[in-house]
C-alpha cells in the first residue's frame, strides 16, 4: 500500500513553537476524514501519540532546505533541444549535449548509436515517437559543468519556454 504523507511540519503541533532542524521531533499519524494527516511535536511538547493515533515515531528534524528544486518541463527541454538540433550552432553545443542527457534519462530521446570521427564521439538518438534522427558530439563534461548547466537550463525554460 502507498501512503503520501505530508513533509515534516515547522511548528511543534502541541506548543506552537518553530522546530529546530537537528532537534528530537515525534510524529503522529491520525485518521481524519478518510485521510491521514501528519502531526509533529518538539520534545517539551509531546506527551503521548493522542487516541485514535494510526502510527508514531521519533526523529530528528530535518535542515530546511534554501529552496525547492525546480523541475524541468520534459515537453518544454523537448522541444528547445530539437530548436537547438535545426540551428546547429556550436554555440550552444554544451546546452544541446546536457539536453540530450536529460532527456535520454527521461526517455524521451533513445540511444541508437555511437560513432566516432577522429578524436570526436558522437550520439545518435532519436525521439521516443519517432521524432529525429539527431546526433550530438559527446563533450564528456565533468559533472560540475553538467550540474551548473542543468540549472541555466532549468532557469531558461522555466521562464522563456513554458
Not at 518553530?18 to 502531526?39: A, D, N, Q, T, Y
Not at 535542515?63 to 554555440?91: C, G, H, I, N
Not at 549535449?97 to 530521446?109: F, G, S
Not at 521524432?131 to 522563456?160: C, I, M, P, Y
Request: net charge negative; glycine share 8%; aromatic share 8%.
Amino acid at each position: 500500500m502507498d501512503y503520501r504523507l505530508k513533509p515534516p511540519g515547522k511548528t511543534c503541533a502541541g506548543t506552537g513553537r518553530p522546530l529546530v532542524p537537528g532537534e528530537v521531533c515525534h510524529s503522529v499519524l491520525i485518521e481524519k476524514e478518510g485521510h491521514l494527516v501528519r502531526f509533529d511535536y518538539s520534545d517539551a511538547g509531546w506527551s503521548e501519540p493522542p487516541k485514535g493515533h494510526v502510527g508514531y515515531w521519533k526523529t530528528t528534524t530535518p535542515a530546511v532546505t534554501d529552496a525547492p528544486t525546480q523541475t524541468l518541463d520534459a515537453e518544454s527541454a523537448q522541444r528547445y533541444f530539437e530548436q537547438l538540433s535545426e540551428e546547429a550552432s556550436p554555440t550552444h553545443d554544451r546546452q544541446r549535449y546536457v539536453l540530450a542527457l536529460i532527456l535520454l534519462q527521461q526517455r524521451r530521446l533513445r540511444l541508437e548509436n555511437t560513432r566516432e570521427d577522429g578524436d570526436d564521439e558522437f550520439l545518435e538518438l532519436s525521439g521516443r515517437h519517432g521524432e529525429g534522427s539527431f546526433e550530438v558530439r559527446n563533450l564528456k563534461l565533468s559533472d560540475a559543468d553538467t550540474q551548473q548547466l542543468q540549472v541555466e537550463l532549468k532557469s531558461h525554460l522555466s521562464t522563456e519556454w513554458s
